[in-house]
């Protein structure tokens, strides 16, 4: 593969949908397997590329709660699962800020503390490996981010709960944000955020 073609394990992708493109490259998507994305929100992934064979749901279009789909075990050949992964406590979401993220997943609200995230993080990805069929890919957005002054491994917490599922971890792509992270109130005291980062489980 010529060096400007080379896919890194973190890269500024400018958008999900450009690293959507880089994970098909990669093997981890195909156009002709029956995929699902369970938060499809304004469908941002797939504005460059889109599989054949797709179903997508989102509270704001079909009231289908990834918490619980409508489908029997073993069903899709791959799944794009993107939660609400930062809580809306840890970062200045008021006013549109708030609408547009509450938008962007889907969600007339979304949990207020760490735990309650991770929770709803949890039985999402558990639901979604009861409908993913066996040797497929599920793939899955995270951060790691500050809450109060206490820093949140969420992407740590998602792992261990992928792995008491029973699934293993493929890869891990560093979304890296061209964005600036929010400004410190006070001095800073720790490291932005300026990541999310892209797991791809096989089951």
């Given at each position: ?5 080379i896919?890194f ?11 959507i493109?880089?994970?098909?490259k ?7 397997k029956s995929?699902l994305?369970?938060?499809y ?12 064979n ?15 789909l409508?489908?029997?075990d073993?069903?899709?050949e ?27 997943f ?5 949990p ?22 066996p040797?497929?890919?599920?793939l899955?957005k995270?951060q ?15 792992i ?8 293993t971890?493929?890869d ?19 490291a932005?955020?300026?990541l ?8």
């Open positions: 593969m010529p060096q400007d073609n896919i394990a973190a890269s500024f992708w400018r958008t999900n949908a450009q690293l493109e880089d994970c098909v990669l093997g981890y998507l195909d156009k002709g995929t994305d369970p938060t929100g304004r469908g941002k992934w797939w504005t460059n590329w889109q599989p054949d797709f179903t997508y749901h989102d509270l704001k279009i079909d009231q289908v709660d990834f918490t619980n409508p489908y029997e073993n069903t899709f791959q799944i794009c699962f993107d939660p609400p992964y930062v809580c809306i406590g840890g970062r200045n979401t008021s006013g549109p800020n708030q609408k547009t993220m509450y938008e962007g889907g969600l007339d609200v979304a207020r503390t760490p735990q309650g995230v991770q929770d709803l993080i949890d039985r999402g990805l558990t639901e979604c490996y009861r409908v993913l069929k040797k497929s890919y599920i899955v995270c790691d981010y500050n809450y109060g002054s206490k820093f949140r491994a969420g992407t740590y917490w998602t261990h709960h992928a792995f008491s599922l029973g699934l971890l493929k891990r792509m560093e979304h890296l944000s061209y964005g600036r992270p929010q400004p410190e109130r006070g001095p800073q005291k720790s932005r955020r300026n999310s980062t892209l797991l791809v489980f096989s089951k």
